[in-house]
């Protein structure tokens, strides 16, 4: 005589039954699969791709489906305001924008990189005191051409004055008359010496200045 307890009369462990619990049925030893070949997903996403009948790509046996109905699925996993959004490239015009570079930069700055910024349009000659590991090294008289916000400055007409050790091995007149040197080429002129500490000075056309190496900027009147 059946107690009412069998799985074919518990509708709780009936699949196909609108009473069906599948927290009873995950526990309870009486629960019978009603399809024995059904095969198993370790997931939602693939049971709804083969529900809508779009298989999940990289599914083992291949992908059939074409790049619009993969794309389609793509869309159905995003709500409208989580679509990916497409971004334009950044003209490449005047308009400052869309382009973004350091001569761009330059005319946005404010602030003591702002006022290097009107010494550069006005032609303003500047003196940029340098330094070394120890102390003040010799300052350069130049005008401003370019320049970031680390503080690298391109110059141009720089006048070089540092000071120095005295090097027995490296004159500063550089290599003997016999060899003739290009006419380009910086001279480095000894203007004053002591034995131990010498100054020195050259005129260079254009020089690049890292900021690590800038102490101070003033304004030549």
Not at 4 to 9: E, I, L, Q, R, V
Not at 61 to 80: H, I, S
Not at 185 to 197: A, D, F, H, Y
Request: glycine share 6%; with cysteine; proline share 6%.
């Amino acid at each position: 005589m059946a107690d009412g307890t069998d799985s074919s009369s518990d509708e709780s462990l009936n699949a196909r039954s609108e009473n069906f619990d599948p927290l009873k049925a995950l526990y309870s030893s009486k629960t019978r699969i009603p399809s024995a070949t059904a095969p198993i997903y370790d997931n939602l996403n693939k049971y709804e791709s083969v529900a809508k009948g779009i298989s999940f790509p990289g599914k083992k046996g291949g992908n059939n489906n074409t790049k619009a109905e993969v794309e389609e699925y793509a869309k159905r996993r995003f709500l409208p305001h989580q679509e990916p959004v497409k971004r334009t490239k950044p003209g490449r015009g005047n308009d400052l924008t869309r382009s973004r570079n350091v001569l761009t930069k330059m005319e946005r700055t404010f602030g003591p990189l702002g006022a290097l910024y009107r010494y550069m349009q006005s032609r303003t000659r500047v003196k940029i005191y340098t330094r070394n590991e120890r102390g003040i090294r010799g300052h350069v008289e130049a005008y401003v051409v370019a320049f970031d916000k680390h503080w690298n400055l391109a110059l141009e007409d720089c006048f070089e004055v540092w000071t120095r050790k005295v090097k027995r091995k490296a004159p500063a007149l550089g290599p003997p008359d016999s060899i003739k040197l290009p006419d380009d080429m910086p001279r480095t002129v000894v203007k004053e010496s002591n034995g131990k500490i010498e100054t020195l000075e050259r005129h260079v056309t254009q020089l690049l200045l890292r900021g690590e190496q800038i102490a101070i900027i003033m304004k030549i009147d």
